[in-house]
């Protein structure tokens, strides 16, 4: 009997499975790793963003809605008395409207001239390489250190412009290119083809490469020419290139500073003033920072409107990786 007790314990002790603790889900741990991999790489272009771009723009806004001189306390309470004043200030409105001249004129003149010699470009040229080197270019260049090269050619009696004025017998022009309300602004715009132009000819440049040679060469079977070729192939797939072009050109356009400044600091009497030279004016030259502030939130709003407006209704189908066509949705 105990024999046969003893067999009975030693057979159950063979068959009991020894319980260990659960081990940890090494699934989790991943997702744990993962995440703090994203963090490490996050986190200070978080911060960076916080401290360098939305807290200026709190900051912004909150000065706004004072009449304040940038030293002491702000005291003086006045809501939206600055933008009150800021759309009933004629030059702040002239402001607005130079704005829109260089935009129509960046997209009607810059942006086809760009797209003309990038397809030019295009082309089996000799030394096209070099071509396309010294049209980029000047995009390299500072706008500070362009605007003084300008700055010396239409320096009246001795510049550049006033020399080929003359030997073109546009004696009228001479010592006028920056000085004549009528014709600073034309001549600031011709400043601006040369700086940017280089910069959206190359994007042309790489759309235009990036269109399968299969398809004009089953175009050109099909009996299209030249200029149907470009219509009717070229341009549609081209077409998500040249709305990137035309964003950048307009947002350039809201934004532009240096180089207008460092050329005629907006005069004369305010004929080339743009929204950035007005807010630079008023917050570094007259100390009325709250007006100065209220003028970056105007400058800020419209851009940040038209971007979002642009992306809804004009790049949803680009975002999307949807198939365009030249003349948009």
Do not use: C
Not at 118 to 135: D, I, K, P, S, W
Not at 246 to 257: A, E
Request: glycine content about 10%.
């Amino acid at each position: 009997m105990p024999s046969s007790v003893s067999t009975l314990t030693k057979e159950r002790t063979e068959d009991t499975v020894s319980v260990r603790p659960p081990a940890p889900d090494r699934s989790l741990l991943r997702a744990w790793g993962s995440w703090a991999s994203v963090a490490w790489f996050l986190v200070p272009a978080l911060v960076l963003f916080l401290v360098f771009v939305l807290a200026p723009i709190v900051v912004a806004v909150y000065t706004g809605f004072f009449t304040w001189g940038g030293v002491g306390p702000m005291d003086d309470f006045v809501g939206f008395g600055n933008y009150a004043k800021l759309f009933d200030d004629q030059v702040f409105l002239g402001d607005l409207g130079r704005g829109l001249y260089l935009i129509v004129l960046s997209i009607t003149v810059q942006l086809p001239f760009a797209l003309f010699t990038a397809v030019l470009l295009n082309q089996r040229l000799r030394g096209r390489a070099v071509y396309r080197m010294l049209f980029f270019a000047p995009y390299i260049l500072s706008e500070v250190v362009t605007a003084v090269l300008f700055t010396m050619v239409f320096l009246p009696g001795d510049g550049m412009a006033d020399h080929l004025a003359g030997a073109l017998g546009l004696e009228g022009l001479r010592g006028t290119w920056l000085a004549d309300p009528s014709t600073v602004m034309p001549t600031l715009f011709v400043v601006m083809i040369w700086k940017y132009f280089g910069f959206h000819m190359m994007l042309f440049l790489a759309g235009l490469q990036s269109i399968p040679g299969e398809i004009l060469e089953a175009a050109s079977i099909d009996g299209a020419g030249a200029w149907q070729r470009f219509r009717h192939v070229t341009l549609p797939l081209l077409g998500p290139t040249i709305r990137i072009s035309v964003f950048l050109s307009v947002i350039g356009s809201i934004q532009l500073f240096d180089l207008v400044w460092v050329m005629t600091a907006g005069g004369p009497n305010h004929s080339s003033e743009t929204m950035a030279i007005s807010m630079f004016q008023f917050g570094f030259k007259r100390y009325q920072v709250g007006y100065a502030s209220a003028i970056s939130v105007v400058l800020f709003m419209i851009s940040l409107v038209f971007s979002l407006f642009y992306q809804r209704y004009v790049l949803r189908r680009d975002l999307s990786g949807a198939v365009t066509s030249g003349g948009g949705r």
